[in-house]
């Protein structure tokens, strides 16, 4: 007997066959918010890596990208950030709020892709933890713009995603589509400098840090 594939994994071959990019992390957050699925990167928890670099945020304004669930949002607003964190899934932004009631993050239902033109270097603190990876490659050039855009002057942007020079690419079928190191650094665009690249967890993800 062959083992079922899991949800996320139907459910994105059928988005990307309509040609849409995201329409399935909407349907899977609903399918699992029936019991029906699995959220495989949902932890209940923040990000390790981001709770390991928090510092205080002294009321500036923070951007969480693909907020999920909304611990990492709740991490950085625990820590003093003003944050404001987007997801593309509504279902996700509402079970985000219906988990943190009395929460101070503002939970927006938003595109990457198309975001509001008021968030041009408005944040001095953008956290991107592997959304981009989870669009194909060709939407990946006006993604990493778009991140570039939020940075505030003096400000600092995280990016982490899978890095794909420890990865088998030949063999490899995406979601997720592993970044190059030269993707990573490409969102030092419009003034955005990179400060500092690494990988970590043995190599197979990157953390970058960059500022304006
Ligand atoms: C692989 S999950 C990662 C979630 C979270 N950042 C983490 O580290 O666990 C990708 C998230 O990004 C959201 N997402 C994907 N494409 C997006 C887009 N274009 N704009 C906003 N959110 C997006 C998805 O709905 C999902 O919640």
Do not use: C
């Not at 510092?55 to 003093?80: K, N």
């Not at 993050?105 to 198309?114: E, N, P, S, W």
């Not at 991107?128 to 778009?146: G, H, K, L």
């Not at 570039?148 to 794909?164: I, Q």
Request: charged share 25%; aromatic share 8%.
């Amino acid at each position: 007997m062959t083992t079922p594939e899991p949800a996320d994994r139907v459910l994105a071959r059928a988005s990307l066959a309509e040609g849409d990019p995201t329409a399935w992390f909407d349907r899977l957050y609903t399918a699992a918010a029936r019991g029906e699925a699995e959220v495989p990167w949902t932890r209940g928890k923040p990000n390790p890596d981001l709770a390991a670099w928090v510092r205080p945020g002294d009321g500036r304004r923070a951007l969480v990208v693909g907020s999920a669930l909304g611990d990492d949002a709740e991490l950085l607003a625990a820590h003093g950030w003003a944050v404001t964190a987007f997801d593309v899934a509504p279902t996700a932004v509402e079970a985000a709020r219906a988990r943190f009631p009395e929460s101070a993050v503002d939970y927006v239902v938003a595109d990457l892709l198309h975001p509001p033109a008021d968030w041009a270097r408005a944040f001095d603190l953008v956290v991107e933890i592997i959304n981009i990876q989870a669009m194909p490659r060709e939407f990946r050039p006006a993604a990493v713009a778009s991140l570039a855009s939020f940075l505030a002057p003096g400000g600092t942007a995280l990016v982490s995603e899978v890095a794909e020079e420890n990865q088998d690419m030949a063999n490899w079928q995406g979601p997720p589509w592993p970044f190059s190191r030269a993707e990573v650094e490409s969102v030092a665009q419009d003034g955005v400098r990179l400060v500092s690249l690494e990988t970590i967890h043995d190599g197979a993800r990157y953390w970058a840090t960059f500022t304006r």
